[in-house]
């Protein structure tokens, strides 16, 4: 059976409980404790970021500090598993983390939806019954929806429903979170490109977990520029040969690529002249 308790965000400081390292339970429960309960603002460096609720700014250094854990590794480590298993987002910002936890605002406001219509019920219980069929249909409907789905609905009026489906598979390859804050972000940068669908398959096909639109500019206009290969040449073949059985040192290629001097211990000689030298007769 699945219930909820109230345990006030002061636990953590009780003077009753020794000081001493906290388990991953305790430090996920910290997170949440810790985490705005309404939208705020942090200063990181010189500028102000808005912090939503159920999100707070951090360093390693705290949580490592805060937690009693040894090293700031283990943060890490425990940080990625979190947002593996989709329980949080994380964004680095000038040297500090935001960590946003998953569905924070769902069960807050399910919370103070259930604590408001208990005090309505008490307040009009020998007048009137209140309507609680809209907010219980909202609820059973946010309930319904998956991190995956809510990643899909943000690009789905961009991509097709294959491609996406091979970015969520590529995410979890890279161990990305497949959620819908990731997918804005991704979505933002896929508006600008000017083919979203080839900007998702260079994203996949360069292993790139995220993606910015001028990695994409870079790549197109860099093969853009890249001159044709040069058509292989029957004076290729045969330079090649003769390298291989070490008639010719490794040398660069002139420009006339058919016939050319190449160097061997009998001097400069034309590369095609090599077949008919009765010195080299076991050559070929």
Known sequence: MSRWIRVQTSIFDHELFQSEPLTEREAWLWLIANAAWKSTRHRVGADMHIVPAGSLFVTLRQLQTAWKWKSDYRVRSFLKLLEKEEMIVSETNAGKTQVTICNYSYYQEAERTENARATQEKRTKDTSTPNTSSLRSDVEARARTTPKQDFVSELSD???AETIEAIIDH???????ITARAAKLLANELRKCADPRAAADMMILHGWQGLKAEWVENRTSSKRNDP???PRTIGDAIRDEA???GVLRDEPDSENRG???EGYSGGNVRVLDLAFKPALKSFG
């Open 158 to 160: 961009l991509l097709d």
């Open 171 to 177: 995410r979890r390859k890279k161990r990305a979170p």
């Open 228 to 230: 044709p290969p040069k």
């Open 243 to 245: 390298r291989r059985h």
């Open 259 to 261: 016939f050319h001097s």
